[in-house]
């Protein structure tokens, strides 16, 4: 059984960082793809970034390009979001997701966090 637990989330300034993490449990995550979603209030999860099992490749929205950076330690079963120059439009609980394959839509993940909150002031 997989189980992932996110943790970094928190009250920010705009223009503000912060790092998300993911922790996994389970003997398949240096061999699964990870992703990070996003979901703002009164609006639908959407993609934000997601990496492929070797962080190799990565993939990003164009919401978040150039300002977040996903990472991954296979050793550590952890993958990260790291979120510079924060808008107050970023603000979402963000759940990390793992898959077989490197995906931007949510049919392409099979274990969900309980997602973590982040809120950007203005």
């Known amino acids: 059984q997989v189980q992932l637990v996110e943790s970094g989330g928190g009250l920010v300034q705009a223009g503000g960082s912060l790092r998300l993490s993911c922790a996994a449990s389970?003997?398949?995550?240096?061999?699964?793809?990870m992703g990070w979603f996003r979901q703002a209030p009164g609006k639908e999860r959407e993609f934000a970034a997601a990496i492929s099992w070797s962080g190799g490749s990565t993939f990003y929205a164009d919401s978040v390009k150039g300002r977040f950076t996903i990472s991954r330690d296979n050793a550590k079963n952890t993958v990260y979001l790291q979120m510079n120059s924060l808008k107050p439009e970023d603000t979402a609980v963000y759940y990390c997701?793992?898959?077989?394959?490197?995906?931007?839509?949510?049919?392409?993940?099979?274990?969900w966090g309980q997602g973590t909150q982040v809120t950007v002031s203005s």
């Open positions: 997701a793992q898959g077989t394959i490197v995906a931007k839509g949510e049919g392409s993940y099979d274990y």
């Open positions: 389970g003997r398949t995550f240096s061999s699964s793809a």
